[in-house]
């Protein structure tokens, strides 16, 4: 099965809770929503159901695949954790006390 980590990132990703963005937010995903969508009503009701409709695809192939989706998150873990200080000056070893 290896479109399992695709699928996985895609849902994983899927999983931005638009409503809570800004409603002027230049976001491709959240202005078709809005265009889509006629009350607010009807866009979180859609957007419950997506993210659930998401989450039971993550928890399937947990519970079918349970190691390759191990596979895939201990990967991101590990890609994040190895980006988790970009951009950041490099320690120099000594310790400043902040008052």
């Known amino acids: 099965m290896p479109f399992i980590p695709d699928l996985l990132e895609l849902?994983?990703?899927r999983l931005i809770r638009y409503?809570?963005?800004p409603?002027?937010?230049d976001d491709p995903t959240y202005v078709l929503l809005l265009e889509d969508t006629d009350t607010l009503p009807e866009r979180h009701a859609f957007l419950g159901n997506y993210r659930r409709y998401?989450?039971?695809v993550i928890e399937s192939i947990v519970n079918l695949r349970l190691s390759d989706a191990f596979s895939h998150i201990l990967g991101k873990a590990e890609a994040?954790?190895?980006t988790l200080y970009?951009?950041?000056p490099?320690?120099?070893?000594k310790l400043q006390?902040?008052?």
């Open 54 to 56: 998401s989450c039971q």
């Open 86 to 88: 970009d951009g950041q």
């Open 80 to 82: 994040a954790f190895r």
């Open 11 to 13: 849902c994983s990703s």
């Open 23 to 25: 409603e002027d937010t």
């Open 19 to 21: 409503e809570n963005l």
């Open 97 to 99: 006390l902040v008052s």
């Open 90 to 93: 490099p320690l120099n070893g």
